[in-house]
């Protein structure tokens, strides 16, 4: 993706140009967005609806049957595919190739030679039966560090802006393993939670951030009694998904809105504790 900002005395103009890259085989390349549902199952629905779908939704994603659970699904982004991918590439996000025959061949020398392969591929799970429709990974040092992320488009709407339901994590190592194609699978660090707020952060910064939210949905799962991904993980976490609303214009951070919804128990506290004068008469 290309920026172009054209700032005047008293206006300011911004495009986006899509350039595709070269060789790239990514997972949204194989899906038909404008057919994936028909007008029948498209729903739009007010702040209250749209709550209550996001907590009915599963917990997390699973295997292509569907019998064992995956990564949790913690993540909820809203907005067209325009505004979202924009604000995502300002931040250095890129697309994870799909698992064929040569980024498979590159993933494994990254692991062997520990070199960086910025398009690495993000092993499939599913959602509403199929595989996700985007995979995106924003690359640290190595092969072996990323954030990344997995998004469904979901038949729900909310103004006229499409649902993604998604799920994020962050890769601390990369390991064999016999239970995924390629053989070679990221570590995830346990501590899910910190990716799905790390994102928010980065995001702010995109200036295309409007609105954030937290609802329930994943169920919780304690440090001491963790739960496991599909590759033998282990992950704890608040049990909330993250609600991510983006918007065409820019935004400061101090023009985002908030859902007055749930609010994670680390957040509450974190407010507790700025909100609250100190008494100094027990110092």
Not at 62 to 74: A, C, F, I, R, V
Not at 121 to 142: C, E, I, M, W
Not at 214 to 237: E, H, M, S
Request: glycine share 6%.
């Amino acid at each position: 993706m290309v920026d172009l900002d054209l700032i005047g005395r008293h206006s300011a103009k911004f495009f986006s140009f899509y350039v595709p890259i070269p060789g790239i085989k990514a997972d949204y390349h194989e899906v038909d967005f404008d057919n994936l549902y028909s007008a029948s199952e498209i729903v739009d629905l007010d702040e209250n609806l749209l709550r209550t779908e996001l907590e009915d939704l599963p917990c997390c994603a699973t295997n292509e049957d569907g019998t064992k659970d995956g990564d949790p699904l913690n993540l909820i982004l809203i907005g067209t595919r325009e505004d979202i991918s924009t604000a995502f590439v300002c931040r250095g996000w890129l697309p994870a190739e799909q698992t064929h025959g040569k980024a498979v061949w590159k993933t494994i020398k990254s692991f062997l030679f520990g070199s960086r392969y910025r398009y690495s591929p993000v092993s499939p799970l599913y959602f509403v039966n199929r595989p996700q429709d985007f995979a995106g990974q924003k690359p640290r040092h190595t092969v072996h560090q990323r954030n990344h992320l997995r998004a469904w488009l979901s038949p729900l709407r909310h103004q006229g802006k499409s649902v993604w339901v998604g799920q994020i994590s962050r890769d601390i190592g990369v390991r064999l393993t016999f239970k995924t194609w390629p053989p070679v699978t990221h570590k995830i660090d346990p501590d899910i939670d910190e990716a799905r707020i790390s994102l928010i952060g980065d995001l702010v910064y995109s200036q295309q951030l409007a609105k954030t939210g937290w609802v329930k949905g994943v169920g919780a799962a304690a440090r001491t009694n963790p739960r496991y991904n599909l590759t033998g993980d282990p992950y704890f976490t608040d049990g909330y998904r993250a609600v991510l609303v983006f918007d065409r214009r820019p935004r400061s951070f101090m023009e985002i809105d908030q859902f007055d919804w749930e609010q994670p128990v680390s957040n509450r506290i974190e407010r507790l504790e700025t909100d609250q004068e100190p008494d100094f008469d027990e110092h």
